[in-house]
């Protein structure tokens, strides 16, 4: 069975900073799709970012990049410049071709203003 | 980008009585719907899978009686919970996937308590 692990429940980061928020997943598939969502306290669910398995260059959504690394199965989120709207929980998730998506447990952050 | 709408956004039922969430995908068609359930700071576990046309996959320890699902339309599935009880009390969130993309949307989720 896929499971993807979420190691920190917590994080804090100042604004402008920049942090890292870890996820290790665990497959033997060899396509497969890797997800950050967002979900602000409306509890909207909102894609932050998406990689493909197959791509070894790490995705870049603006101030959102991914260090996605397959051989150790580990695709952690930087966020730079963070800012009060970043403050969500956030959920590595991961999804094998065609199938549904397995989420982490979540890592919550909070922005020091 | 892709839209899906949860009706009720909030609901609030006595226990004992069943309630209906309807999830629609507006501007896209999709075969496969998934509901969810959210715990407070939890993730989301997910409770079945809803298939258009035919019965839903219902995941291990969710209660196919208790929570009916159907998805009539190719843009519109349905969660009946059905005698609730006030351990119902939950945030529900539906997603559907797009047939071309198998892309996951979310629906913005409904909060259901049972008194």
């Known amino acids: 069975a896929q499971t993807v692990t979420q190691s920190q429940p917590e994080m804090s980061v100042q604004e402008a900073e920049t942090v890292t928020l870890s996820c290790t997943y665990d497959?033997?598939?060899?396509?497969?799709?890797l997800f950050w969502y967002k979900q602000p306290p409306s509890r909207q669910m909102i894609l932050v970012i998406r990689q493909e398995a197959y791509k070894q260059q790490n995705a870049t959504e603006n101030r959102f990049s991914v260090n996605f690394q397959k051989a150790a199965k580990s695709f952690s989120l930087k966020i730079s410049d963070s800012q009060l709207g970043d403050a969500a929980m956030y959920f590595c998730a991961y999804r094998p071709s065609a199938r549904q998506l397995t989420f982490g447990s979540g890592t919550q952050l909070t922005v020091l203003p | 980008g892709a839209v899906v709408s949860q009706h009720p956004s909030r609901v609030i039922c006595k226990s004992g009585t069943s309630v209906k969430i309807e999830c629609r995908s507006l501007?896209?068609?999709?075969?496969?719907m998934f509901w969810y359930r959210q715990f407070p700071k939890q993730s989301l576990m997910l409770m079945a899978t809803s298939n258009e046309g035919s019965k839903a996959t219902y995941e291990q320890g969710v209660e196919k009686d208790k929570f009916l699902i159907n998805h009539a339309s190719l843009t519109l599935s349905t969660l009946t919970v059905t005698s609730a009880h006030p351990e119902d009390s939950s945030f529900y969130i539906c997603s559907a996937r797009a047939e071309t993309s198998y892309e996951q949307y979310f629906g913005p989720g409904t909060r259901l308590t049972v008194t």
């Open positions: 501007d896209f068609q999709a075969t496969t």
């Open positions: 497959t033997s598939e060899s396509d497969y799709y």
